[in-house]
């Protein structure tokens, strides 16, 4: 999307306009899976895509901050499971990858994404045993 020498990891998505056509694509593939889409049953749609936006926006480092419910209390009793979220970020490299966002910054956005694993999904995080 953009040359990433100097750019932000903002700038590589696109800024808000690329942030929000990347949040299309994922909500269209997340409609589209029948695992996913019941969660999404009794949601308004354009305000779940603003809301994603902003915050995938402020966690690329964006000019606004997300100032949205805490992710906790948002996802509280849902029932997300690890496996419902790994889906999701699976759909979102694969939104990001279709807009044309290169790699890394996919891997970047995907490493911000995933120590929220245990917010949405209300899992204990654990230490691995050896």
Do not use: C, W
């Amino acid at each position: 999307m953009t040359d990433t020498t100097e750019a932000t990891l903002y700038q590589r998505l696109g800024e808000g306009a690329g942030i929000a056509a990347v949040v299309d694509g994922l909500y269209e593939r997340i409609l589209g899976d029948e695992t996913l889409a019941p969660y999404f049953t009794e949601t308004r749609m354009v305000d779940q895509k603003r809301h994603m936006a902003l915050f995938l926006a402020a966690a690329a480092g964006g000019p606004d901050g997300y100032k949205g419910k805490d992710l906790g209390v948002a996802h509280a009793g849902r029932g997300i499971s690890g496996e419902d979220f790994d889906r999701v970020i699976g759909h979102a490299a694969s939104a990001l990858a279709e807009a044309g966002v290169d790699a890394d910054a996919i891997n970047q956005v995907a490493g911000a994404l995933l120590p929220l694993r245990p917010v949405i999904t209300n899992e204990l995080a654990t230490e691995p045993t050896a």
